[in-house]
Structures are given as C-alpha cells and as structure tokens.
C-alpha cells in the first residue's frame, strides 16, 4: 500500500513558477514509476508527466514540454513537478500517481495504481 500527498499549489502569474512536492509513504517507493495528472474544471483527467521507477526514462505531454520537469528523490519517497512558464491554462487540480509493475503506461491513467489526493494550481493572467 502506498500513499501519496501532494503539496506546493498555490496561485501564481501567468509566466511564474511552481515546484508541486508528492510524498509517499512506504519502503518500497523506490520500485514505482511515478506520474502526475491534472484536471481542469468541466474536463477530462489528463496526463501531464512521468518518471520511471529507475529514474532513467521521461516522458511528457506535449502541451508541458520544455517547461515542465518531473523528477525524483528516492531517499525522501518524494517526486517533484517542477513547472515554468505557467499559462492560464495549466490551471488545473494537480495528481500523483504511482504504477507498480515491469512495464511502464506512462500516460495510462487506469495502469496507476495509487493516486494522491491533489493540489490546486491556479495560473492568473
């Protein structure tokens, strides 16, 4: 059982910086591949970034691409979403997520078998 809590939301300027923190408890946080989703309101979940479990492989939405960069610290069971150049419409409700398991569905929100329970992020123009 793994549980993860976001934190580092907030209300920033369009063009401003957040670093989202997800902490996770366990032993084995190590062997998860992790991502993180969001989902704004009136829309669908979507994929924003994921970070194999060795730390080795990225991959990223394209809509974050080059301003966004997911990483991690196994030694504090803790994963970071670093993200720059904010727009309006990266506000959204922010989810980790971790993935058990040999392979990797980076983007598969249903392949995710633990989810935190999220963090505001709110981009002003």
């Known amino acids: 059982q793994v549980q993860l809590v976001e934190s580092g939301g907030g209300l920033v300027q369009a063009g401003g910086s957040l670093r989202l923190s997800c902490a996770a408890s366990?032993?084995?946080?190590?062997?998860?591949?992790m991502g993180w989703f969001r989902q704004a309101p009136g829309k669908e979940r979507e994929f924003v970034a994921a970070?194999?479990?060795?730390?080795?492989?990225?991959y990223y939405a394209d809509s974050v691409k080059g301003r966004f960069t997911i990483s991690r610290d196994n030694a504090k069971n803790t994963v970071y979403l670093q993200m720059n150049s904010l727009k309006v419409e990266d506000t959204a409700v922010y989810y980790c997520?971790?993935?058990?398991?040999?392979?990797?569905?980076?983007?598969?929100?249903?392949?995710?078998?633990?989810w935190g329970q999220g963090t505001q992020v709110t981009v002003s123009s």
């Open positions: 997520a971790a993935q058990d398991g040999g392979s990797w569905f980076p983007s598969l929100g249903n392949k995710y078998d633990y």
């Open positions: 366990g032993r084995t946080f190590s062997r998860y591949s």
């Open positions: 970070l194999i479990w060795s730390g080795g492989r990225t």
